[in-house]
């Protein structure tokens, strides 16, 4: 195993990225409380204060009250106006481009749509242009902003330079995406799989310190995971740890799969497979629910919620296609909770707003478990609100392990 020391500016950095993390996490506070929390003497803690101040990253706030003897302490806080960092996410069919403050507050953000296996050059240019036009609309100054973070679909190299298999967001493999950002944009690029970056952007503005482990599921187009151990995203010896939705629930004649394979839990469970399998079943003798659902409605476009309607009140094939997806999810969640042993699945997508659905998931990851084997299973309170948030939250962490510093 190799052992390193660290020089001056190593150790530096380490104590300024923990005084960025405590203030964003717990908020304004005093030196004095600075310098307990984060165990560093009273002259350390001036000294890294001082520079951040004198850098815009911190500010002198409030006065704590005075307890009538001795001096009144001032309160330092995260300036979090300070610096922005850039967003790119990316999902099958679709994107955003946003920027963010430190803190997670969103300065702008835009969606669009995109066709399934869009040409990736084409589009990297005309999300960067679009980023850009933005930036510049909304008075960002280029010296503020601390990089672009991507946030994509599928695996990317190890290094996290190029996307080696978008699974069906883009038409073409192994493209240099960060590469490419970088030349559009003028900015450095960070780039890590989209759900692992929604489950660090969750951890980030809702920090569970004490949990230990969690696995973070989410439900869009695809099924995607991450899993954490302590605050940390394990990430796996190739970099693919929890790829849930790719396991093969149907080892031979499965459906086609958007990785490339066949059978995988995604082509079963997905909303995307729900909502295709509800449609290759629907007539009026077969699901007359679902058919009187759409034809009472003047769109007549199927939702899941339409689809878990006629579930619910009585159309069995219907029914039993949603079994179907829910013992085979719930099969491969349980099989995660016996091997790792996590503190809490998180769960992540639309699908988990809807309480029959929630609650058919819950029954049946009941099913078969001991009670040493039950895990705690909740919608992230962040549902859907991350997508504007995740791609830039790469970056801010990436400065906020850096204490700050280029
Ligand atoms: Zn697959």
Not at 30 to 35: A, I
Not at 44 to 53: H, L, N, P, Q
Not at 60 to 74: D, N, Q
Request: aromatic share 6%.
């Amino acid at each position: 195993m190799p052992y390193e020391g660290d020089n001056m500016m190593g150790v530096k950095r380490t104590n300024r990225s923990a005084a960025l993390r405590i203030l964003h996490e717990q908020g304004s506070m005093s030196r004095k409380r600075l310098s307990e929390s984060i165990k560093l003497t009273p002259a350390a803690i001036t000294k890294i204060v001082g520079e951040m101040i004198a850098e815009g990253l911190l500010t002198e706030g409030s006065m704590l009250p005075g307890s009538g003897v001795g001096r009144r302490e001032v309160m330092v806080e995260l300036n979090s106006r300070a610096r922005a960092a850039l967003g790119i996410f990316i999902n099958l069919r679709q994107a955003f481009v946003s920027a963010v403050w430190l803190d997670g507050s969103v300065i702008f953000s835009e969606s669009f749509d995109l066709p399934e296996k869009a040409p990736a050059e084409e589009t990297v240019r005309m999300l960067c242009s679009r980023l850009t036009e933005l930036s510049d609309k909304n008075g960002l100054r280029r010296e503020s902003v601390v990089g672009v973070g991507v946030a994509m679909r599928g695996v990317t190299s190890p290094d996290g330079r190029v996307v080696r298999n978008s699974f069906g967001a883009f038409s073409d493999f192994d493209f240099p995406l960060c590469e490419r950002v970088e030349a559009l944009t003028g900015f450095p690029c960070l780039m890590r799989n989209n759900v692992r970056a929604l489950f660090a952007a969750q951890m980030f503005l809702s920090p569970e310190p004490a949990l230990g482990s969690q696995f973070f599921l989410r439900c869009e187009a695809g099924i995607g995971a991450s899993f954490s151990i302590g605050e940390r995203i394990w990430l796996g010896s190739s970099g693919q740890c929890a790829e849930i939705g790719h396991i093969p629930v149907v080892p031979r004649g499965g459906k086609p799969c958007s990785c490339g394979k066949s059978g995988c839990l995604e082509t079963i469970a997905s909303p995307g497979a729900i909502l295709s399998d509800a449609r290759a079943l629907l007539s009026e003798e077969r699901t007359p629910v679902l058919w009187h659902i759409l034809h009472s409605r003047e769109d007549g476009e199927l939702t899941l919620d339409d689809i878990f309607e006629a579930a619910h009140s009585g159309d069995a094939e219907i029914a039993s296609l949603l079994d179907r997806a829910v013992t085979t999810l719930a099969a491969a969640l349980k099989g995660v909770i016996y091997t790792f042993d996590p503190g809490k699945i998180v769960l992540y997508g639309r699908l988990f707003d809807n309480p029959y659905y929630l609650s058919r998931l819950s029954a049946e990851m009941r099913e078969g478990v001991d009670s040493g084997h039950s895990v705690p299973i909740e919608k992230s309170r962040l549902n859907h609100k991350l997508e504007d948030k995740a791609a830039g939250l790469l970056v801010v962490e990436d400065f906020f392990d850096k204490g700050g510093l280029a």
